[in-house]
């Protein structure tokens, strides 16, 4: 030990003698000296300096152990608001499911068709061409061109059966055609060809109407049931524009379909006329 550090140490000691002394000296007189008093005050500095010290240390590390504890709490309330989140899109989905298994029963109960429920699991990423795949297939009765139904309207046909999937080909692909009549007029002679419109994606158009047909923007567009694929009176959507075509011989309209084909989650697949109950070709399918 060097000499500056053992004068330190020697200094220290006897303050610390010389307050313990005034501590157990002091409880039986009712004042100190004037020695103790000159010492005390020189100390008082001291230990107030090193009271500071002492104080800010230990609000410096309650600091941070409080700064930890909040980022635990605000995490703990980030997840329990995260599971919160996601129970309520939960709750939310199983409504929306639930009103369109609602739709769907009720839709079954009216129609005149047997009808099979299926779910779309995928869909063609193809830019080429419109359809998706269904949950059905040939063990469940499924046949290639029956018609792909929903509550709202029409969808397509089955293209292609696997033993337990099925390729649907949507209205909106161009390889798909239709025969229509418009439901207002229901004109027997005024029969058009209903396919997809490539130039306006989402919209069908109707094409070979007879130029004497009476078409009104609004007006309701049902299949016509001919060529045995599509069941009549089944409902594809609404004329927006009427016109000649190119050649100005027949009338064409453009049609915004009833059924969100963007959107599909659940169809019904027409398996064939339910027995003991007869299809009205004056009806069309709600």
Avoid: C
Avoid at 9 to 17: A, K
Avoid at 126 to 146: C, H, L, P, R
Avoid at 180 to 187: G, K, M
Wanted: no cysteine.
């Amino acid at each position: 030990m060097d000499q500056s550090a053992r004068k330190f140490f020697i200094f220290l000691s006897l303050i610390i003698l010389l307050l313990s002394a005034i501590h157990f000296t002091g409880d039986y007189r009712s004042r100190y000296t004037f020695a103790e008093d000159l010492l005390l005050a020189g100390l008082s500095p001291v230990q107030g300096f090193f009271s500071q010290v002492g104080w800010r240390t230990y609000r410096f590390f309650e600091v941070i152990m409080d700064h930890n504890r909040l980022i635990e709490e605000k995490k703990m309330l980030q997840k329990e608001l995260a599971a919160r989140d996601n129970l309520h899109y939960q709750l939310v989905e199983l409504q929306k499911e639930n009103y369109r298994l609602r739709e769907m029963l009720d839709f079954k109960e009216r129609v005149s068709y047997e009808l099979l429920p299926a779910q779309v699991i995928a869909r063609d990423p193809s830019q080429w061409f419109e359809t998706i795949t269904i949950n059905k297939g040939y063990a469940d009765g499924v046949e290639k061109d029956m018609a792909i139904v929903t509550s709202e309207g029409l969808v397509g046909n089955v293209a292609k059966v696997s033993r337990h999937s099925s390729q649907v080909l949507l209205l909106t692909d161009s390889r798909r055609a239709v025969s229509a009549l418009i439901q207002r007029t229901r004109e027997p002679g005024a029969v058009g060809i209903v396919e997809g419109f490539p130039e306006e994606k989402g919209y069908l158009r109707m094409v070979n109407i007879p130029p004497e047909a009476n078409l009104q923007p609004g007006d309701t567009v049902i299949s016509a049931g001919l060529g045995g694929v599509f069941p009549k009176g089944l409902i594809i959507g609404h004329l927006l524009e009427t016109g000649p075509d190119q050649y100005g011989l027949l009338q064409q309209a453009t049609i915004r379909p009833v059924v969100d084909f963007n959107r599909l989650e659940e169809v019904f697949i027409v398996i064939e006329l339910m027995p003991g109950r007869q299809s009205d070709n004056e009806d069309e399918m709600p």
